[in-house]
């Protein structure tokens, strides 16, 4: 299978049920994007698929033919605004939901570079935080607005 990981082309042979998220930590060795529930609830395993937010656990290597997909590790290698804004404000505490969080949130402001309150809390609502940081991270989400120029 080949499809584009953080702009470099990749070719793998793994069978096409097997799930992104083993194919980008177990294969390829990128384990920022983290397993979590491993049916698509949580949202730790968050990526973009052609700019899409994704669940990668849910999401099998055969969905991704021919397509860009970008990880955290991407994203921090970009300097990325919702990267800057999360350890501006010292979003995280355990590490665990962060790369999910930042790559909804980087999704959303793709598609809406100053989105209103309720457009956050909708992107938002698809992941879980075990340590109750939402307040940082709504917080965080409109320091990224700023970063990039918006609102």
Known sequence: MTFTLNGKTQDVSVAGDMPLLWVLRDVLGLTGTKFGCGMG???????????????????PVSDVEGKAVTTIEG?????????????????????????????????????????????????????????????????????AVELQGGK
């Not at 609830?41 to 849910?58: L, R």
């Not at 969080?101 to 793709?110: E, G, R, V």
């Open 75 to 143: 994203l921090a290698a970009a300097g990325h605004p919702v990267i800057r804004a999360w350890t501006e404000l010292d979003v995280a505490q355990c590490g665990w939901c962060p790369p999910g969080q930042i790559m909804s949130a980087s999704a959303l402001l793709a598609a809406k570079p100053a989105p209103a309150d309720a457009d956050i809390a909708d992107a938002m609502n698809a992941n879980l935080c075990r340590c109750g940081t939402y307040p940082r991270i709504r917080r965080a989400v409109k320091r």
């Open 41 to 59: 609830a949580c949202g730790c395993c968050t990526v973009h698929v052609d700019g899409k937010a994704v669940k990668s656990c849910a999401t």
